[in-house]
């Protein structure tokens, strides 16, 4: 203990002057002369360093402007600093006093310390927080300097990721998360970072570049309203499910938001907006759900069925986005894909997901007398028709209106009418044309058979 308290105060001196490291110096000491020229502290060359190696990364440059052997010696030392926040003086500087009230007992080292911030992130003085969601953007763009989910899920990072790169770390673990070989501690630790990832999208590299050109197309009013430091709690994300349940986004930007709209329909912390809006129905209406260890989708289904009593109109509002997406995609409906996955198999295998296609499938099953659904697929699907016609009449400019209407006209109807028009204009410009044909030869061969019977003149 007494050398690991030797080894931290050597780090926090060394952190003063970046001279004092060696190793340092020498990998870096041109990186440094070239774009950090003025800078004397350690600490401070260090930031500036990782600023610019973290605006190459999100610009996509093709050369990196700071050398890769400095690079892999830059990384030694951001790993240091992630592991107490005292060696990120400017961080500790602004958190000192959110430290004192929030995290009093919570000794440094171990990255404790951040990790107890950023549980109370939305109580943090405004220049701690700014701090704060500086360093998950760093973290959630380069995982491996999270300190405390690399700790957590070590083993399983050696168990489902070790092909993957450090940059996909998080990304590989979420892939994961669901398998019946998670550690449940890992597990919970990912869900957490899930949770902050969720409420901005700058917090989400894959979602950022994904979506590059969606987000500025559709929602730009959401973007005006940003700044730096604070989160959006989740509005961009909701601007794009919007637009997703539209079909109106980029192939890979709609697969991104698929990934988040499955995600946040097992578990409703994972949904920001609902979070904001709907917390004190959801002690009201659906207290029990919400208590379940595991979250499988109990909460949002017990929104869906209580629809009718709920009060708050901004709550209300985000129950209907959500029936509306899963209209578009039963995958984000796990209740009512659970229920309806042996029919799904059966009667719709064909039939390519997303797009509404295979809720359409469903509708046209449950219409049709000569098929014979699982009794619980059946139940569900009335109460979603029933839920999808109070929508039509509470939310008719939400697009509710045509919604009932839509699911209700099977897709094979939509395909046969697709086919049959064109054929039987086909066959009536076939017809026209084999009349006039017909018609032409009809005169000219009762021409030519006047010709026969006319009197030759001497």
């Given at each position: 203990?007494?050398e690991?308290v030797?080894?931290?105060h050597?780090?926090l001196?060394?952190?003063?002057d970046?001279?004092?490291?060696?190793?340092?110096?020498?990998?870096?000491?041109?990186?440094?002369?070239?774009?950090?020229?003025?800078?004397k502290?350690?600490?401070?060359?260090?930031?500036?360093?990782?600023?610019?190696?973290?605006?190459?990364?999100?610009?996509?440059v093709?050369?990196?402007?700071?050398?890769?052997?400095?690079?892999k010696?830059?990384?030694?030392?951001?790993l240091?600093?992630?592991?107490?926040?005292?060696?990120?003086?400017?961080?500790?500087?602004?958190?000192?006093?959110?430290?004192?009230?929030?995290?009093?007992?919570?000794?440094?080292?171990?990255a404790?310390?951040i990790?107890?911030?950023?549980?109370?992130?939305?109580?943090?003085?405004?220049?701690?927080?700014?701090?704060?969601f500086?360093l998950?953007?760093?973290?959630?763009?380069?995982?491996?300097?999270?300190?405390?989910?690399?700790?957590?899920c070590?083993?399983?990072?050696?168990?489902?990721?070790?092909e993957?790169?450090?940059?996909?770390?998080?990304?590989?673990?979420?892939?994961?998360?669901?398998?019946?070989?998670?550690?449940?501690?890992c597990?919970?630790?990912i869900?957490?970072?899930?949770?902050?990832q969720?409420?901005?999208?700058?917090?989400?590299?894959v979602?950022r570049?994904?979506c590059?050109?969606?987000?500025?197309?559709?929602?730009?009013?959401?973007?005006?309203k940003?700044?730096?430091?604070?989160?959006?709690e989740?509005?961009?994300?909701s601007?794009?499910?919007?637009?997703?349940?539209d079909?109106?986004l980029?192939?890979?930007?709609?697969?991104?938001?698929?990934?988040?709209?499955?995600?946040?329909?097992?578990?409703?912390?994972?949904?920001?907006?609902?979070?904001?809006?709907?917390?004190?129905?959801?002690?009201r209406?659906?207290?029990?759900?919400?208590a379940?260890?595991?979250?499988?989708?109990?909460?949002?289904?017990c929104?869906?069925?209580n629809?009718?009593?709920?009060r708050?109109d901004?709550?209300?509002?985000?129950?209907?986005?959500?029936?509306?997406?899963?209209?578009?995609?039963?995958?984000?409906?796990?209740v009512?894909?659970?229920?309806?996955?042996?029919?799904?198999?059966?009667h719709?295998?064909?039939?390519?997901?997303?797009?509404?296609?295979?809720?359409?499938c469903?509708m046209?099953?449950?219409?049709?007398?000569?098929?014979?659904?699982?009794?619980?697929?059946?139940?569900?699907?009335?109460?979603?028709?029933?839920?999808?016609?109070?929508?039509?009449?509470?939310?008719?400019?939400e697009?509710?209106?045509?919604?009932?209407m839509?699911?209700?006209?099977?897709?094979s109807?939509?395909?046969?009418?697709?086919m049959?028009?064109?054929?039987?204009?086909?066959?009536?410009?076939?017809?026209?044309?084999?009349?006039?044909?017909t018609?032409?030869?009809?005169?000219?061969?009762?021409?030519?058979?006047?010709?026969?019977?006319l009197p030759?003149?001497?």
């Amino acid at each position: 203990h007494l050398e690991l308290v030797g080894v931290t105060h050597f780090q926090l001196i060394q952190m003063k002057d970046f001279r004092f490291s060696y190793k340092f110096k020498m990998a870096c000491k041109e990186d440094v002369l070239k774009l950090c020229p003025n800078i004397k502290r350690k600490v401070d060359v260090v930031i500036c360093l990782s600023t610019t190696v973290r605006n190459d990364t999100l610009q996509e440059v093709k050369e990196q402007r700071v050398s890769l052997k400095c690079r892999k010696q830059l990384r030694v030392e951001e790993l240091e600093m992630s592991e107490d926040i005292r060696l990120e003086p400017e961080l500790y500087e602004s958190c000192k006093q959110d430290i004192g009230k929030h995290c009093p007992n919570v000794a440094f080292g171990n990255a404790q310390v951040i990790e107890c911030l950023k549980e109370n992130k939305k109580q943090l003085l405004p220049r701690c927080h700014q701090r704060v969601f500086k360093l998950q953007e760093t973290e959630m763009m380069d995982p491996e300097l999270d300190y405390t989910l690399m700790r957590v899920c070590k083993q399983m990072i050696k168990r489902f990721c070790t092909e993957a790169d450090a940059k996909n770390m998080l990304q590989c673990l979420k892939q994961n998360k669901n398998s019946e070989l998670m550690d449940p501690k890992c597990k919970q630790m990912i869900t957490k970072r899930q949770i902050t990832q969720n409420t901005d999208y700058r917090l989400n590299p894959v979602l950022r570049k994904a979506c590059k050109a969606d987000i500025p197309k559709f929602c730009q009013s959401v973007l005006n309203k940003a700044t730096d430091d604070s989160e959006l709690e989740g509005q961009v994300v909701s601007c794009l499910k919007l637009k997703y349940a539209d079909q109106r986004l980029s192939p890979d930007c709609e697969d991104q938001i698929r990934v988040i709209l499955q995600e946040s329909a097992l578990d409703y912390r994972l949904d920001p907006q609902l979070q904001v809006h709907c917390t004190d129905e959801i002690s009201r209406l659906c207290a029990e759900e919400a208590a379940a260890q595991e979250q499988a989708g109990q909460v949002e289904e017990c929104l869906k069925v209580n629809l009718l009593k709920i009060r708050n109109d901004a709550c209300k509002k985000e129950v209907l986005n959500m029936l509306k997406e899963s209209k578009a995609d039963i995958f984000v409906d796990p209740v009512l894909h659970t229920a309806c996955a042996l029919d799904i198999k059966h009667h719709c295998a064909a039939i390519p997901p997303g797009r509404g296609r295979q809720m359409s499938c469903l509708m046209e099953a449950l219409g049709d007398k000569r098929v014979r659904l699982q009794p619980e697929c059946k139940k569900r699907l009335q109460d979603r028709i029933d839920m999808w016609s109070y929508a039509a009449k509470v939310a008719p400019a939400e697009g509710f209106s045509d919604l009932a209407m839509q699911v209700m006209t099977p897709p094979s109807n939509n395909y046969m009418l697709f086919m049959i028009v064109p054929g039987l204009c086909i066959l009536l410009l076939i017809g026209l044309l084999r009349g006039c044909i017909t018609k032409r030869i009809y005169t000219r061969t009762q021409g030519q058979q006047k010709m026969r019977y006319l009197p030759i003149s001497s």
